[in-house]
């Protein structure tokens, strides 16, 4: 028997990602991948806080996991495709300055950032401020505002 999956989501699910389990997580969280985004970026969990969804998100850039980018994100935003594999920026770091509300107990949230990437050899970086939103049990990217 399969393993029931989370509502609507095995439909939107990458195939998985085979980033080692045990290296760093990409998000800058300083805990192991497999403790930090993968049980989320896998469909085994969903991220309980707009932090862990917005780093895991983050993750799912670094490793061109569309599906689950497009999983994540509010459908009253959602682009209809979204295509990373032929994009050529490679993600550096993540900074994740603040954050404002998005607790478990918490229906919307914002989450401040710095990304930083390298793209055709050009240095650069994302600030932004993302607004999240959580329904039906399960956080979602809703849209952001560039910092700068
Ligand atoms: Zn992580």
Do not use: I
Request: hydrophobic content about 30%.
């Amino acid at each position: 028997m399969r393993a029931r999956r989370l509502n609507g989501y095995h439909k939107m699910m990458p195939t998985p990602d085979d980033y080692p389990a045990f290296k760093p997580c990409r998000c800058g969280s300083s805990r192991s991948y497999q403790a930090c985004c993968q049980p989320y970026l896998q469909g085994r969990l969903p991220a309980p806080t707009a932090e862990a969804l917005m780093r895991s998100r983050y993750t799912a850039y670094t490793l061109k996991l569309e599906g689950y980018l497009l999983a994540t994100w509010h459908p009253g935003t959602r682009p209809e495709r979204l295509d990373l594999q032929h994009d050529e920026t490679r993600w550096q770091g993540l900074t994740v300055k603040n954050a404002e509300a998005g607790r478990e107990s918490d229906a919307r949230g914002r989450v401040e950032f710095v990304a930083r990437y390298v793209n055709r050899g050009e240095r650069s970086t994302v600030h932004e401020k993302s607004n999240f939103a959580k329904e039906d049990g399960r956080w979602f990217y809703v849209d952001g505002v560039m910092l700068s």
